[in-house]
């Protein structure tokens, strides 16, 4: 028998968690998450249910094998986009979040003393792990175009025009672009400081709080960014009265046009991600050309020029130094590798005229 106990909703509202939607509705009211992990929770959750058959089936239908189950599913329905035909690279990123989800609701009935009798989460999570197979053959690394730097060129070779908004847009692009290649930030990183942050383009060095881990960390500026930043605001400074130094750092000057200067936003991922796509469409550079590539293009120039890996590590705000020699390093192998073999081989021709190489 399931234990009927009361799920707590918003507002004091209360309803039985007997169904996987329920209970689902339920974990996601209690757990602090951030708009798009919610969503994403949710895609999982109703994947999850179209796995067992419907929202409104009772928890009772739960039996040890069902997150087994739901793995060999999302196996099938969600497989890796990358692999060739007849090839198995494991699941796929989207499974891998939608059997998290799915796991997390189970988790969340067992502490709550809701699964049906006798069924434990850690059994359920083992039978899961063990069909779930290989995780991926390695990192997939991502090539980034080497001519990324023309992002920048591209916004610095314009000149300023002289209506308002497309001045001030071709200002802040500039910065922004700088500030994604110096801070080597993760975009959302970046999109959290204010002006106060970078004291107007006086800092030399920043403190990013708001971090994919958590934890706190300083990136430097270098005098060419900090001038960009300076015009940048300088030409806010003339333009708006609400601006300050506790206003995002990066602001949708359309949506301050549009709201006739009352209200500046910060500039959402999916703006910054169309910023750069313009450019790098502009300058023919390679499709997948996006804000994390001057993340990986920071990082590789600091490792050859001779950076400590562990010290790219913390710059990048990494854990751990392997994740870095992964993900940013291994093109900087892969080229000192190169050198070495141009140094000390030869040419198939070489090799077949030296003496004992010609038959």
């Not at 974990?27 to 895609?43: F, I």
């Not at 591209?154 to 672009?177: E, G």
Request: include cysteine; charge should be positive; hydrophobic fraction near 40%.
């Amino acid at each position: 028998m399931v234990d009927t106990e009361r799920c707590p909703q918003e507002e004091g509202a209360r309803v039985a968690c007997d169904t996987i939607a329920a209970a689902g509705e339920a974990m996601l009211a209690d757990l602090a998450l951030s708009p798009n992990s919610k969503q994403t929770y949710l895609s999982g959750i109703r994947a999850f249910q179209r796995y067992l058959g419907g929202e409104t089936l009772p928890l009772s239908v739960i039996d040890e094998n069902t997150l087994a189950g739901f793995a060999r599913w999302l196996r099938e329905t969600y497989p890796d986009p990358r692999a060739r035909e007849g090839e198995d690279l494991g699941v796929s990123a989207t499974a891998r979040l939608y059997l998290i989800a799915a796991g997390r609701i189970m988790n969340w009935l067992d502490l709550r003393n809701l699964l049906p009798a006798g069924l434990s989460y850690d059994r359920m999570a083992r039978r899961a792990q063990a069909v779930r197979g290989q995780r991926r053959q390695g990192y997939q690394t991502r090539r980034v175009d080497p001519d990324v730097m023309r992002v920048l060129t591209h916004f610095l070779d314009q000149p300023l025009p002289l209506t308002s908004v497309q001045r001030i847009n071709l200002l802040r692009n500039r910065a922004l672009v700088a500030m994604l290649y110096d801070t080597a930030a993760r975009i959302r990183e970046l999109l959290a400081l204010t002006r106060e942050d970078v004291l107007d383009g006086r800092a030399e060095r920043i403190r990013l709080t708001r971090t994919k881990n958590g934890k706190p960390r300083f990136v430097f500026l270098s005098p060419d960014t900090r001038q960009l930043i300076t015009d940048y605001i300088h030409e806010r400074g003339t333009r708006s009265s609400i601006d300050n130094a506790f206003t995002p750092l990066f602001v949708s000057h359309m949506r301050q046009a549009k709201t006739s200067g009352l209200r500046l936003t910060a500039l959402s991922p999916t703006a910054v991600r169309k910023i750069i796509k313009y450019a790098a469409v502009a300058e023919g550079l390679y499709e997948n050309t996006s804000p994390h590539s001057f993340r990986h293009r920071r990082a590789q120039d600091l490792l050859d020029g001779g950076m400590p890996l562990e010290w790219v590590a913390a710059y990048l705000g990494h854990e751990h130094p392997s994740t870095t020699r992964i993900i940013y390093a291994w093109e900087t192998d892969v080229n000192r590798l190169e050198e070495m073999v141009a140094a000390h081989g030869k040419t198939p021709t070489q090799a077949a005229t030296e003496k004992g190489g010609a038959h």
